[in-house]
């Protein structure tokens, strides 16, 4: 049996899903992104490559064993893209979320049903349907769940809005003992500078306290500096929508005092460094062209 136990984004990996970009399918039309970003390389011919995205997974793949973490790989679908681990599910505490991913994703599901086999039944939830919500959208911080949402009106048009006020008050009622603090996202089914698919695409925990933030992925100031204020402005590490759109917020961490980030993240990655983080750097950009990085492409399973 494997016993869960995520608190938060930092503490030492002990057990993590890894996607796969094995016979990830061929390119998308337009009308089948899911994101901006990933329609502006469709549009571009810059879509990546099955066997560039393979190299930089097995790179993470690698990184992870030397630090003696146990990798779980999704069963291989043929010609359909797995990448994106973090969506498909998400653990807090001792218990494993089946999000209510977008209808197309469903079989990613069963690809890791192997690993859910391996958890205790009365530690698996299954929100209702009506619930929407992706494992990008939740930051479990110990006494805090941080929640990345949009509850707008026009939440329907909007392809890029992945979780609703339901899956928020779903999750306020399941854990009645945990704060949960919600943000409002700003959204954009076309432009991928003013698109925070999730809260991890703006914003993310990092070391002892520490945090990257981008204010414009936030539809509200108010909220925005709440986060601010909760770390410390001399804590966090602001970046600009350039830096966002390259998903330099998506990093993920190994430990308190160990980040894996992309190669190409200097001026993230000197940060990291002088706060006494080591930095694994892997090549990561061909996978970021689909939206994701880091974060997104795994789903910690135990933490210490």
């Excluded at 979320?97 to 990613?108: A, Q």
């Excluded at 110990?142 to 992945?162: L, M, P, S, V, W």
């Amino acid at each position: 049996m494997l016993k869960l136990n995520i608190q938060n984004e930092t503490s030492r990996l002990r057990a993590v899903v890894l996607g796969t970009a094995e016979s990830s399918g061929p390119i998308p039309t337009i009308e089948e992104a899911y994101d901006p970003k990933s329609r502006e390389h469709i549009m571009a011919g810059t879509y990546p490559k099955e066997e560039d995205m393979v190299k930089e997974m097995n790179a993470v793949c690698k990184v992870f064993e030397k630090y003696g973490v146990k990798v779980f790989r999704p069963e291989v679908i043929e010609d359909y893209n797995q990448i994106f681990a973090r969506d498909i599910a998400l653990v807090i505490e001792d218990f494993i979320i089946d999000c209510n991913i977008l209808p197309e994703r469903e079989k990613e599901i069963e690809a890791i049903r192997y690993v859910i086999d391996q958890i205790n039944p009365d530690k698996i939830v299954r929100l209702p349907k009506e619930a929407h919500i992706e494992g990008g959208d939740v930051i479990p911080h110990n006494e805090y769940i941080f929640i990345g949402t949009y509850t707008r009106d026009d939440y329907a048009d909007y392809i890029t809005a992945r979780t609703n006020s339901t899956a928020v008050n779903a999750i306020k009622q399941f854990f009645p003992h945990k704060k949960i603090k919600s943000f409002e996202l700003r959204k954009s089914n076309t432009d991928p500078r003013n698109n925070a698919l999730h809260l991890d695409c703006c914003f993310q925990p990092v070391g002892n306290g520490k945090a990257i933030l981008h204010k414009n992925g936030f539809l509200i100031e108010e909220e925005y500096e709440w986060l601010l204020n909760y770390f410390g402005k001399e804590n966090v590490f602001e970046i600009t929508k350039d830096e966002m759109y390259n998903m330099k917020s998506n990093i993920f961490s190994i430990a308190p005092d160990v980040v894996i980030s992309e190669i190409n993240f200097t001026r993230l990655n000197k940060w990291f460094e002088n706060q006494g983080i080591t930095v694994e750097k892997v090549p990561y950009a061909e996978i970021g062209k689909q939206g994701g990085l880091l974060r997104c492409s795994t789903m910690p399973l135990i933490r210490d």
